[in-house]
Each structure stands twice: as structure tokens, then as C-alpha cells.
């Protein structure tokens, strides 16, 4: 079965950085597949932090991340990045990778539902 294991969170201090990673196992990534990064805070909602469309250069953003972090996959499509810049204490969040096992309604990028696979998760927090 597919698995995805995100690394990579930690603490760091406000306006620090961090690179997240999530690795795909028995994971075929085709053009039109999303991987998307969601995050999810203590007493809030999951939110879509980022999505990139494989196969294209398509990514899509949350408001609150714009300017600040950056989506990337390696040219197989199955290890999926996030570089967050200029952190900031409302970043603090479990951050979870997703995956589509088709091609996504990427209109509808930042809904849980819109994906099939997800990693069990890593911390970051922002001081």
C-alpha cells in the first residue's frame, strides 16, 4: 500500500526556517496527480498549505503562506518538499503531506477530500 512519511519539522524561532519532506512509497505519481502539503493546529481545522500539480509547473498557495514558502517535487513525483521561509508563531502546526491516487480536482486543492493518501504527520513550531 502507499505510505508517505513526512521529515524534517522541529522548533525554530520566529523568522527561522525549515525544509519539510515527504517521502512516497509504492506511490505512481502521473501528470494531473497532486501532492499538497495541509497543516492542522491544536483546536483548528486541517487547512491546504500548498498543492503542486505533477507534471506541471501548477502550484497553488493559502493566502497565509504566500511569498513565505515554496512547494517542490523531484522529477519523479514521489518526494514532495516544502521550504518555509520567515516563519512566523501562527505557522505552529502538525503539517501533514497528501496525495491524490488520480488526477485532482485541483480547482478544489485545499479540500481534505480531494486526496487519497496521507502521512501521519510533523511538528513544527514556531517561538
Known amino acids: 500500500h502507499v505510505q508517505l512519511v513526512e521529515s524534517g519539522g522541529g522548533s525554530v524561532q520566529a523568522g527561522g526556517s525549515l525544509r519539510l519532506s515527504c517521502a512516497a512509497s509504492?506511490?505512481?505519481?502521473?501528470?494531473?496527480?497532486?501532492m499538497a502539503w495541509f497543516r492542522q493546529a491544536p483546536g483548528k481545522e486541517r487547512e491546504g498549505v500548498a498543492v503542486?500539480?505533477?507534471?506541471?509547473?501548477?502550484?497553488f498557495y493559502a493566502d497565509s503562506v504566500k511569498g513565505r514558502f515554496t512547494i517542490s517535487q523531484d522529477s519523479a513525483g514521489t518526494t514532495l518538499f516544502l521550504q518555509m521561509n520567515s516563519l512566523k508563531p501562527e505557522d505552529t502546526a502538525m503539517y501533514y503531506c497528501?496525495?491524490?491516487?488520480?488526477?485532482?480536482?485541483?480547482?478544489?486543492?485545499?479540500?481534505?477530500?480531494?486526496?487519497?493518501?496521507w502521512g501521519q504527520g510533523t511538528q513544527v513550531t514556531v517561538s
Open positions: 497528501a496525495a491524490s491516487a488520480g488526477r485532482c480536482p485541483w480547482q478544489r486543492w485545499s479540500v481534505s477530500s480531494a486526496y487519497d493518501y
Open positions: 509504492r506511490y505512481t505519481s502521473r501528470n494531473g496527480y497532486c
Open positions: 503542486v500539480v505533477s507534471g506541471t509547473y501548477v502550484t
